[in-house]
């Protein structure tokens, strides 16, 4: 990282910051690439600032960062796109091929996948699986982001790459994980979004996958009720906006576990437009991912699980896709993670 009085000098240079607000903002652990993805509040306050001129600083330090890569390259062509796409995107498996294929070959990296359904139906043990495949088959480093205690266990990954044979290829240095009792409020899951993409900069990480369990639970214990629902868009922008750019810029699948509310929802949540037919039409069970439309846009893919009647089989719904048929498939959760269940069950379950 560069130094203290580098990144005053790049602070200064933005408008209407100067040598005491750019020493500051370095305080606080401000870079121009953090400032532009800071939340008006808290950057009015250090400077004590109205929160229109810290929107204003935010807008310009986010110029700068957009800008600095100089000249903006011509549109490509289809194929030259498709060519981009070929050669940039490690490809990750679910743990499921039959999951697999209906995604078009796994999980791509440059992406955020939606991940929802009600407790116990394969949410963390998904997440576990894909990264266990991107750190013994890929190499590469992965992140796990805990909102919730005792929702992830150290161990479970090595137990899932011993059981599918991957034990030798298996690194625990490669997996860093940002427990439950690090994340105290939305604030503090935010600012673990830049300290681990400082540290995969700093160390050149690029390619890998983070897990984030749960994504807006969080946001729950924050933005409760109506009055809140414009605050709790704007927070949901700006941790997508900086997700969007993790992505982009470290080339991350960046898995979201969602928590979900029951149709016909609450009156808190919904003027009653939503029943269960109609959720499981849209969403292919009763349980709509919570947060609304402002949750729910900025994931290219959005995978919903949920239970079925035999205590030993789960069922994945592909209910959201920008480029893929919608589908679904049966899986199971054994020692080697989400697998799939035998092709004769399927089968007769499929048919039903």
Known sequence: MASNEALIEELKALPKIGEAAARKLVANEYTVFRLSHAEPGKIAQILGISVKAAKEIIAAALEAVVNKTGELPRPMTASEYQKFLEERLD??????????????????????????????????????????????????????????????????????????GWIDRWDPEKLHIVSAYQIKNVEMQFYYYEVIYDMAKENGWEGGVLGIDSFNATFKRKFSGRELFPSRSQ???????????MAKDLNLLIMLTYQVMETPVSPTESKGGMDSVKARAEFGTQYIPW?????????????????????????????????????????????KGVTDIPEHIAKRLMKK
């Open 235 to 245: 927070e949901f922008g700006r941790h997508y906006t900086f997700l969007e750019d």
């Open 91 to 164: 490809w990750y498996t679910t743990g499921s091929k039959q999951m697999d294929e209906i995604l078009g070959g796994g999980l791509a990296s440059s992406s955020l996948v939606g991940i929802c359904g009600p407790q116990e139906t394969g949410k963390t043990q998904m997440v576990e699986t894909t990264i266990v495949d991107c750190i013994c088959n890929k190499g590469h480093h992965a992140y796990f982001i805990e909102t919730e205690l005792s929702t992830v266990n150290p161990m479970r990954f090595e137990e899932i790459a011993k059981n599918r």
């Open 291 to 335: 947060g609304g439309h402002s949750a729910r846009h900025p994931p290219a893919t959005w995978i919903s699980l949920e239970k079925t009647h035999s205590k030993t089989i789960w069922k994945a719904h592909l209910f959201g896709s920008s480029w893929r048929p919608l589908g679904e498939c049966y899986f199971q959760i054994t020692g």
